[in-house]
């Protein structure tokens, strides 16, 4: 589909099956997946838990539905694990994504993460500024070892990790190289309680990648109240896809059209699959997003 800049639209596997929720469509095959998603018209998808890990096995099943391998979210331990520690496991998921023609890797730092646990939101992480900036300069060392593979880190900024809000992920960019970048990620800056059009026109030059999702505002504000956990408020049903939410996305896509943005746009909303239909609603994402993407 022809765009008004140069992007190709990604869907991830989450609103069909949850990794962190094995409840929520443990049943549904990859098979499902990748059949609606090339069906909807989506260019690529993201990697989730039930595709093969072996390279080759990996590379043909996305050729056998015509799909690209855009990238997908990786679990870093980067602050327990020693540099050449954490090195030694990502090149392994490197090597399998440059030989599937994928050189994007979601990374999150996941050692103390509370997005799986059964913990309040408000039990989430904190590192002090002086600990963001030894973070930062750590990681800007295995960003600047994956470049050198061929494969860009997006550091991924998310409810419950060490960087969720604007000011956290704020001093990572400003202590970590002018190399590094992130997942701009519309729901979870929302959650988050900050303005993800303001966080976008803040760090554009440092925007990698790309992942969008809408809020549904009283469950979120309902979550928040009673300190549910982040799954709690996953099937509660805080997060839906663009267009079904309160996140103004015009502006949003407006903004990357003004601005030239090229590279993947996915959308990435976890949904409980029972009650909101994955294939009906990622369709309704795909024109949303698509349309605007047109004008």
Known sequence: MEYAINVKLGIAPIAWSNDDLPELGGETPLTTFLRDAKEIGFDGVELGNKFPKDKKALKKILNDYELELVGGWFSGNLLTNSLAEEKRVLLQEIERRVYCNSHNIVYAECSNTIQGKPLGLSHKPILKEDEIKQYAEKYSLLHEFAKNKGVILAYHHHIGTIFQTAKEVDLFLQYGSKDIGITF??????????????????????????????????????????????????????????????????????????????????????????RADPYTYSKMAFNTISDLLKK
């Open 185 to 274: 990620d519309t729901g979870h800056y929302y959650f988050a309680g900050e303005e993800p059009f303001r966080e976008l026109k803040k760090h554009r030059d440092r925007i990698y990648h790309i992942h969008l999702k809408d809020v549904r505002d009283a469950v979120k504000k309902e979550m928040i109240k009673q300190d549910k956990s982040f799954l709690e408020a996953v099937l509660a049903g805080v997060y839906t896809v663009p267009g079904d939410g309160v996140i103004n996305f015009t502006e949003i896509i407006n903004f990357l059209k003004a601005t030239q943005y090229e590279g993947w746009i996915v959308i990435e909303a976890e949904q409980d699959p029972k």
